[in-house]
Nanobody, 116 residues
Framework: QVQLVESGGGSAQPGGSLRLSCAAS????????MGWYRQAPEKRVLVATM??????TYGDSVKGRFTISREKDKNTVYLKMDNLKPEDTDVYYC???????????WGKGTLVTVSS
């Protein structure tokens, strides 16, 4: 029912930029947090999230380099990735979470590759 579709992944050189997009559809309320995670060996780790009220949280490794933004009415979230590093290489997953609605859904992921 609820779907998240990511796009914008691809290849970049160190120091380059990419912008990820995630569009949510289905039975979604209006009080959901959305964000981005990437895959660690055992678990997905926080990249950036934004609550319905606009509060942002960033992982320490991306602070000052990545910027999350959101179109609340369209259930779309973006991740502007600047000054990319090879260690940013990963599959990035979009997430939508709503405690009130018991919502916790993930996209299929979009691959980001940073290399010379």
């Amino acid at each position: 029912q609820v779907q998240l579709v990511e796009s914008g992944g691809g290849s970049a050189q160190p120091g380059g930029s990419l912008r990820l997009s995630c569009a949510a559809s289905g039975n979604i309320g209006s009080m959901n947090a959305m964000g981005w995670y990437r895959q660690a060996p055992e678990k997905r780790v926080l990249v950036a999230t934004m609550t319905a009220g606009g509060t942002t949280t960033y992982g320490d490794s991306v602070k000052g380099r990545f910027t999350i933004s959101r179109e609340k009415d369209k259930n779309t979230v973006y991740l502007k990735m600047d000054n990319l590093k090879p260690e940013d290489t990963d599959v990035y997953y979009c997430n939508i979470y709503g405690l009130r609605n018991g919502l916790n859904k993930w996209g299929k992921g979009t691959l980001v590759t940073v290399s010379s």
